[in-house]
């Protein structure tokens, strides 16, 4: 049985509405991107959805709930000057509206972890730049992403350092009430960071959010310990690169402590030493070419050795959900086992210790096949265990505290049926009675319905209660994106025509196309034809989820996608290379052009 958190505050969720301003614009075909803003609304979705489940779980009284509804509007003012009557928006979380912001150029945090000793290399003032650029770059018929990093998992637009800076800020403002001693908290923020290391973004992610804000917490708060706590599909290859750095330096600290002791003189400040556990497919990105190195180091096992505590545990196929729990209990238990070895062995002190969670759910089984396609992927139900299990270890060895932060998760359902279940977790220490039938395709479906806008339009009869209270609580929390502004995105050059019959999807969410492998094997491969370039085309949302039809941008955010293309090319001098973000690693530089 799961120890009570130390707090007995509720879970706290943060929302950031300048999130949704990140987008892709460097064409207007966008039936291939999957980081989108529109993954937001699946998560609020979600949200409103565990909310209401779980009031109706705890038979909360109708005036309480209608209480709780009536201060579903509140605060959009910083953490620092709500109160908590303020925050308390229902019986169940805590949703707070942030609309925390910071200079990415000059923040403490930021530079701790991104900074360079030359500023004129920092990459953060490089970002800045090529933010203010990418309008004309595009209209140059240029990539608005210079050409050394990749251009099939990284975008940009005007508005993308506001997104970028207050995802971080969001994370900030998350871990900051954290350590006020109100234990929980989860950030719904875009874009995802855990694949940018200290020097190079890459795989969807420009900055770090999860090590940022664990270099705030020992900035700010005197952390000495993070525990970080990686679900995403995908190792987070960026997060281990920076630690490795961080424990570098804690571990030759304290080589240097006897010697210096003996000299007399004063002991330096503790540094900020990490744990990284990652659960992840060793056969998708980083990994998938089998690059040597990121396979490696998708494979660390160290435990103290150099100063290193690094757990990476491989998800493996499983053919029932007693299989998966046998998993789960085993070697997916190493994650929390190594990070309790870190904390004793390093002598870490509650009042001092953090845990984070790098909060994927591409690993959900509801996710696109196309980008799970190796079978290798988790039950809903295994974010509400993997919560419940974190604010238990936290509980013991954080006083509770635990921040979890959004990574990836690409599908409507994935995403919804994800955020639903994670929420569950952080909000009690025990399963509620039926709570598996919360995402249940049944009952994905009955919501997916009753919040689209069609739904809105035509409903007759009066729906199920819960239905009722999360469609409420949706409408009072969702922010629907923007249209993207006209800009100089350019006209195709190109025709694309289709080659199969458009995919129709499934129900649980989980098509994809038949002839699509979604993220191409090498670059090598993708380069050797110039006339079919592979898409990860996700499956057409009619099937999957409704949830597109929510946004008021004349279907520019509809993602209905032909299962394959092929393309005929133009006659032209110069392209763009249009962007699939199916994550690849980062290109070599070019060579420096001659004199």
Known sequence: ??????????????????CLQHRYIRTRDISTIVER???LRAINLGIAAAVAHIEQARDAPADELADALAKLAIATTPES???DDDAAVNSVVDIIRS?????????????????????????????????ASCEERLRNK????????????LYLCPQSLEAISSAVGTAIEATNHVMKGKGRAFAAIRPPGHHADEAHPSGFCWVNNVAIAAAHAHLKHGITHAVVLDIDLHHGNGTQSIVWRFNEDAYRQDLEAAAEAEAGLPPKPAPLRFYYGSIHDILSYPCEDGKASLVAAASVHLAGAHGQHIENVHLEPY????????LYEGPYARLLRQAEHFVKSTNAVPEKTLVFISCGFDANELEYASMSRHGRHVPPAFYARFARDASSFAARYAEGKVVSVLEGGYSDRALSSGAMAHLAGLVSETPFAGEDEWWSTDNLTKIEKATSRKARKTSTGKPEAWVERATAIFSAIDVKPAAPPASAVPTPTRVLRERVPKSTGSASGTGSPPSSKGKPRS?????ATTKAVPTMAPPGHESDSPLTDLSDTDGHNELHVPAAVEVAPAVVARKLPRVIL?????????PAPSA
Do not use: I
């Open 1 to 18: 049985m799961a120890s009570p958190p130390a707090s007995s505050s509720k879970p706290a969720v943060f929302l950031q509405e300048k």
């Open 81 to 83: 000057s709500r109160t």
């Open 582 to 590: 199916h994550v690849k690693p980062p290109a070599p530089p070019p």
């Open 142 to 153: 240029e990539s608005e992403v210079p050409a050394h990093l990749p251009q099939g998992d």
């Open 37 to 39: 803003p529109e993954r």
């Open 319 to 326: 053919e029932s959900l007693d299989e998966f729990w046998k």
């Open 99 to 131: 609309d925390a912001t910071l200079d990415l150029c000059t923040h403490p945090a930021v530079d701790y972890v991104h900074g360079d000793e030359n500023p004129a290399d920092n990459p953060l003032l490089k970002l800045r730049e090529w933010v």
């Open 523 to 527: 670059t090598a491969a993708a380069a």
